[in-house]
């Protein structure tokens, strides 16, 4: 489909007050066709002439007013003409400033550009020179050595030179010879010395190796020995022992020193004093008894409020269930697993819960594993069981399956919804969750708005219009249909597959849109599509058929939360229905749920529900047995919790108890304590804080004379096999210690080995860089007994060509002095013309800086008279008012004959048009033509007489009456009333 996906919520942003400025609008419009003339004659006040109109050739007359008859808003409107021209010249001035700054700034950049390359032109003329000079240097030279050679052309001299040569030859031929030999003894040594750091790298990790495993031997042996060390474990034993008996020593004098504290308090206590202590620890006791049986009480009533909510909650399930039971069955036969129910229920109550995004994608995650991952798997099925009059009928198929589609007539197209909205019915109940969600029932308008939303969804573009059209006439709030706009996923139907077969009962025709609206759907909220599911979760644009399917969309369970469970209409529509032209398929199921916030006009909306299977239609099910299962479950679950206020009422009251019998015992162990000698019952306490101290440390003696036990028994056992163990670990800690010591040695060896391959790959590199010397050297005095032999060979010829060579060079030498020169002149001249032009730019850019100083400046000053302008607008008496639209009419040519009609031309926006171009345009007008006044001239009677049929008194006095003659005004007036013009709001 065409329509693109985007939000428009976004779109429907205030954009002002539009519907106040249409109103502004249609005033204006009706006023000005009423100004500019009836007729082609103006309208003017009571016993005033109107002035002669101007030429027919001027289209665009001005208003002129003398300075004492203009009102306020005329030399409001003056001083914003007067800003205004001045801000466009001050504009105009900055833009030609800123062209000038522009242009100048151009020619700067150009000139900086030529000076550059003046620069480099200037460089490169002088390194011409610098290597001119040097040519001729060299020419000098070989001009001399001919000369030199001249001196020295006996056929001796040649040939010594000669010899020379073949010498210098020999000698080439020998160092080169010498320094291949060095290369490739270099080249060997690198191989060497790769092999040797290869080595000690295999050394190193075999002793690193040797040394773990020498480690762990000997930690293997150390644990064989403790293991035989019986001895030890026996002293340890005896030392264990030895500090209990000295602990159980301390204990018993510790505890005879507290029977003598005792035995001393006790004598020095009253008997009253000790009777005293013991009732009140008798009546402790008793207090705790009761406290204890309190807390079984509460916890037993606790158990029960918990059974009887459960058991409401169950018989409140099975009313709802049987409250929505019916004897019309949906049709539709639906199975899914527990684990794929327990996970859309979930994801239901965590969303209601208002649960993280992070659990929420956790939930459906879960429900995409519970679908099976990338399949269904079975773990959801749908079966179409209905048996209606139509379902044998057969159609024939020429092309594909969606052919059956077009073939649907009215009716068929609702059996088709209903079965549709059976099967989302039924699957809501099989998940469990048709009680927390509600059920969906067929709706005719809800039918034709899907039908509505699917035609603008395919026709694409901006569908804004569309859609507040669409509000209005259904009473759908724009917002809800918005939201089930945008859907990324509502735009395939029942494919167009090959078919084999040439005809389609309508049985079958259900059964494809089932498989394609509902079961491919309510799977795609499973389909593992997205890497991160937030979107999935946040956004209702990801998977919305599926979601609305299930009822658990966002806006859904957001409806449910703020309105409780309730069902929805329900009405869904395909572009093959009724042999639409459109090319591709698409289709739209719209759920509206039946709370007053789905309405912006409720009114619109026709609430009639057509039979829905599988959803109570009228009928009255009985529902006493379960209602009386929720009545004795909730007296139950009543009782329950007032068993639990009672327990906790005792159990508060034990505590109590028990609070104030052990304050009791407290006092009255001090008062048994006074009642005795102060010092006795002082050195009770102490004695009793020693006993504790000693007992704490007997304890203590105790578990570790416990463990020496162990230890020592666990080293009697098998001591033969602990034994060997040890023998076998000494052995072969002994071949580890072996085997480390032959890794050091090795990495030792290899180690030395590296050291002596470095030293002589140092050596012999040392020795080809002298062969690489030698063979430069020889190959130099070659090139110069060359050079020598060639002069000796032909003097005269010698002498002639570096004769010749010289004067050339010095050709060149002075070719590239005169071009450096002409260069570094041409180089002083651009340096002036840049300077030049930057005085120029910059001359320019303060220019410009003026220029827009100055356009601020009026910028500001045409706002100020705007905003005067307004205010005085907004202020304006009735009479200047009058005034000004009199000024107005008194410098306008006369209007032209044609009549003037106000037209539609698009829902909420009015257009002027010409009466005899309404029909041309494609509208119709909407206020009738009014007669004209017979002349220009006009008493305010007349007016009245002649306007008196269509305009509206405003039941103002006589003056006003009069004063309003004006049609224009008369216009405004009918709209608005005088309370409105005087007034008005600003918009």
Do not use: C
Not at 739 to 757: F, I, N, P, V
């Amino acid at each position: 489909m065409t329509q693109t996906r985007q939000d428009y919520r976004a779109q429907r942003l205030p954009q002002g007050p539009t519907l106040h400025k249409g109103k502004l609008t249609l005033a204006a419009t009706l006023a000005a066709a009423a100004i500019t003339g009836i007729g082609g004659h103006a309208v003017v006040q009571a016993d005033t002439t109107a002035p002669t109109p101007a030429p027919a050739d001027q289209t665009q007359p001005t208003t002129t007013a003398t300075a004492t008859s203009a009102t306020p808003v005329e030399q409001a409107q003056a001083a914003v003409t007067t800003a205004q021209a001045q801000a466009t010249t001050a504009t105009q001035a900055q833009a030609a400033a800123q062209a000038k700054a522009d242009s100048a700034t151009a020619a700067e950049t150009k000139a900086a550009q030529t000076v550059t390359a003046g620069e480099a032109q200037a460089q490169a003329a002088a390194q011409t020179v610098k290597a001119a000079q040097a040519s001729v240097a060299t020419a000098q030279a070989d001009v001399t050595a001919a000369q030199s050679a001249a001196e020295h052309a006996t056929p001796a001299d040649q040939a010594a030179a000669a010899q020379a040569v073949t010498e210098a030859t020999a000698a080439v031929a020998a160092k080169t010879a010498a320094q291949t030999k060095a290369q490739s003894t270099v080249d060997a040594d690198a191989g060497t010395v790769q092999t040797a750091k290869t080595a000690v790298t295999t050394a190193t990790q075999a002793q690193a190796e040797a040394k773990a495993q020498a480690a762990t031997a000997d930690a293997a042996v150390a644990a064989a020995a403790k293991k035989t060390d019986t001895g030890k474990a026996l002293t340890a034993l005896n030392n264990a022992k030895a500090a209990e008996a000295k602990a159980q020593a301390v204990v018993d004098q510790a505890q005879a020193a507290v029977a003598a504290a005792t035995k001393a308090s006790d004598n020095a206590a009253t008997a009253q004093a000790k009777a005293a202590l013991t009732t009140a620890q008798q009546a402790l006791t008793k207090a705790t008894a009761n406290l204890t049986a309190a807390k079984a009480a509460v916890k037993t009533a606790q158990t029960g409020v918990t059974t009887a909510q459960q058991a409401l909650d169950q018989a409140t399930a099975a009313l709802t269930a049987a409250k929505r039971q019916s004897s019309t069955k949906s049709g539709v036969k639906v199975t899914v697993t527990a684990t794929l129910k327990k996970a859309v229920t979930k994801y239901i109550q965590d969303t209601q819960a208002q649960a993280s995004v992070k659990t929420r994608v956790a939930d459906m995650n879960a429900i995409n594993q519970a679908f099976g991952g990338d399949s269904a798997n079975g773990h959801l099925t749908l079966a179409y069981t209905g048996n209606t009059a139509n379902d044998k009928k057969v159609f024939k198929i020429s092309r594909d399956y969606n052919d059956t589609l077009k073939q649907l007539n009215s009716a068929e197209i609702t059996e088709l919804v209903q079965t549709l909205a059976g099967a989302i019915n039924e699957i809501r109940t099989q998940f469990g969750i048709i009680d927390k969600v509600g059920a969906v029932k067929v709706n005719q308008d809800t039918i034709a708005l899907a039908k509505a939303v699917n035609a603008a969804a395919v026709k694409g573009g901006d569908i804004t219009d569309t859609l507040d059209h669409l509000a209005k006439t259904s009473g759908v709030d724009e917002n809800l249909i918005i939201q089930q706009v945008v859907s990324d996923d509502q735009d395939v139907g029942i494919a167009d597959w090959s078919v084999t077969q040439h005809t389609m009962t309508f049985k079958e025709v259900k059964e494809r849109a089932l498989m394609a609206f509902v079961f491919n759907q309510v799977y795609s909220v499973g389909a593992d599509i997205y890497a991160d599911r937030t979107a999935t979760v946040e956004n209702d644009t990801t998977f919305l058929p599926g979601k609305q399917i299930l009822g658990i969309a966002n806006y859904q369970l957001a409806s449910i939360a703020a309105n409780g469970v309730h069902d929805a209409f329900f009405g869904a529509w395909d572009t093959f229905f009724g042999a639409d032209p459109a090319t591709m398929e698409a289709y739209r199921m719209i759920f509206v749920p039946d709370t007053a916030a789905s309405f912006g006009n409720a009114a619109n909306f026709d609430r009639t529900v057509i039979t829905t299977p599988g959803l109570t239609s009228g009928a009255k099910v009985d529902t006493t047995k379960q209602a009386a299962a929720v009545a004795t479950a909730t007296a139950q679950l009543t009782a329950a919790k007032a068993a639990l206020t009672q327990a906790k009422a005792a159990q508060t009251a034990a505590q109590t108890g028990v609070t104030t019998a052990t304050a009791a015992v407290a006092q009255k162990k001090v008062t048994q304590l006074t009642a005795g000698s102060k010092a006795n019952a002082a050195a009770l306490a102490a004695a009793q804080k020693t006993l504790a101290k000693a007992q704490d440390a007997l304890k203590k003696a105790q578990a570790a004379t416990a463990k020496a036990q162990t230890a020592y028994t666990n080293s009697l056992k098998s001591q033969s096999e602990q034994a060997a163990a040890l023998k076998q670990a000494q052995a072969t800690a002994a071949a580890a210690q072996a085997a480390l010591k032959q890794a050091t040695s090795t990495l030792t060896s290899a180690k030395q080995a590296l050291t002596a391959a470095l030293a002589k790959q140092k050596a012999d590199t040392t020795a080809l860089t002298a062969a690489k010397a030698a063979v430069a050297k020889a190959r130099a005095a070659l090139v110069a007994a060359q050079k020598q032999a060639a002069l000796l060979a032909d003097v005269p010829a010698a002498q002639a060509s570096a004769l010749a060579a010289l004067a050339a060079a010095k050709t060149e030498l002075a070719a590239a002095q005169t071009a450096y020169d002409q260069a570094t002149a041409k180089l002083a001249a651009l340096k002036q013309s840049l300077t030049a032009a930057k005085t120029t730019a910059h001359t320019a850019k303060a220019a410009l800086a003026e220029a827009t100083a100055a356009t601020a400046a009026a910028q500001t000053r045409l706002a100020a008279a705007k905003t005067k302008l307004a205010k005085l607008t907004h202020t304006e008496s009735l009479e200047d008012n009058v005034a000004r639209q009199q000024h107005a009419l008194a410098g306008k040519p006369a209007a032209g004959t044609a009549t003037h009609a106000v037209a539609v031309a698009h829902p909420g926006k009015l257009t002027a048009v010409a009466a005899g171009a309404a029909d041309k345009a494609g509208v119709t007008a909407v206020n009738p033509v009014i007669a004209a006044a017979p002349t220009a001239t006009t008493t305010a009677t007349g007016a009245a007489k002649a306007a008196g049929r269509d305009l509206p008194q405003t039941g103002e006095a006589t003056r006003a009456a009069a004063l309003l003659s004006v049609t224009g005004v008369a216009a405004l007036l009918s709209l608005f009333g005088l309370t409105g013009w005087r007034k008005r709001r600003e918009y």
